[in-house]
């Protein structure tokens, strides 16, 4: 299982002829602390933005205030992305709505929907193939589409969940949808992935029924197994349909290294997706081709020691994370 724990921020500096990356570390060291090893993870990218392979224990050096480390061991880890989407088919037609705005919000959802399969399409486009992905409606529940197995590879089978994509009169179940996610991801006890859920919504009507201490638990499990949540809102304006998931969509992703935007136009999904499917193919290309160095800490090291990574391996850049979870 991937241990979660606080995340570095890297600063980029230079020592010739040596590469390093020097950041401060959030945490207090004690002397009990500091005399045992250590970890941290180290993605590795090539000058042309490809990931740097068969990098040696013999090309990385530890610091801790400037003072070497020992390192004990450097493996290369396989941890890959597994993707969740889920997507708002919500017809849009909530409440105690008159008929004509009734109407205009049902036309909208659906150009909408249509909008978010087109735009899924081009987003599964810039996905690397071997990456697992599990789709899901969010009217009335969490539904998914791809099944036996829930999570697949199989691109026609992704293909023809998105065609089952069809409006639906219930109201979607966006904080339902991510409890329920959140209570997946705890129960498995030796993932060895990295979850980032993808959410695609209209600003129709919130069904949910969770309690809020349900969804606070939610919450915490989400960060706490190191899931990134991207949420890509289409903003209809209906004053009388409301939204209530907005600010949970922002704090979600700021919390979780994840992101927020709203789209104006429904034909966003189509420009954003694609958009949004590089940064992930990214992020899988990094942590799926990352090192763990398992290092000792020097003696005299202060309660907070900055910390530098230094390789002499040329023209590379190093993105050191604690847990692996490259952002």
């Excluded at 349909?241 to 979780?256: D, E, F, P, R």
Aim: charged share 20%; aromatic share 6%; proline share 6%.
């Amino acid at each position: 299982m991937i241990t979660p724990t606080a995340r570095l921020r890297p600063v980029i500096g230079a020592l010739l002829p040596l590469a390093i990356i020097i950041f401060g570390a959030p945490w207090t060291t004690s002397q009990e602390v500091s005399a045992q090893a250590q970890e941290v993870f180290v993605s590795v990218m090539d000058a042309s933005g490809e990931p740097v392979t068969d990098l040696t224990a013999e090309e990385l050096l530890i610091q801790w205030d400037g003072m070497d480390c020992e390192t004990l061991n450097l493996e290369t880890l396989n941890w890959p992305v597994r993707l969740t989407i889920f997507v708002d088919n919500a017809d849009g037609a909530q409440g105690r709505m008159n008929p004509s705005a009734a109407a205009t919000a049902q036309q909208n959802a659906r150009v909408a929907l249509q909008n978010m399969r087109e735009g899924l399409k081009l987003f599964l486009d810039e996905i690397p193939e071997e990456v697992e992905v599990g789709m899901a409606t969010l009217a009335g529940r969490a539904r998914f589409l791809t099944r036996n197995p829930r999570y697949t590879t199989d691109r026609e089978a992704l293909a023809r969940a998105i065609d089952l994509m069809i409006p639906d009169a219930a109201a979607a179940r966006f904080r339902d949808s991510l409890v329920e996610e959140a209570e997946a991801l705890n129960d498995e006890a030796e993932r060895q992935y990295f979850p980032v859920i993808v959410v695609l919504s209209n600003d129709g009507a919130e069904g949910s029924t969770s309690q809020q201490n349900a969804f606070e638990r939610g919450f915490q499990r989400l960060i706490a197994n190191q899931a990134t949540i991207h949420t890509r809102l289409f903003t209809a304006g209906n004053p009388a349909v409301g939204h209530g998931q907005t600010q949970v969509a922002i704090n979600l992703g700021n919390a979780t290294q994840g992101t927020f935007e709203q789209i104006a136009v429904s034909t966003g999904f189509r420009t954003m997706l694609p958009e949004l499917g590089r940064d992930i193919a990214r992020k899988h290309r990094l942590v799926s081709t990352q090192y763990r160095v398992t290092y000792a800490p020097p003696a005299g090291a202060s309660d907070q020691p900055s910390m530098g990574i230094l390789t002499s391996r040329q023209d590379v850049t190093m993105i050191p994370t604690i847990d692996g979870n490259v952002p």
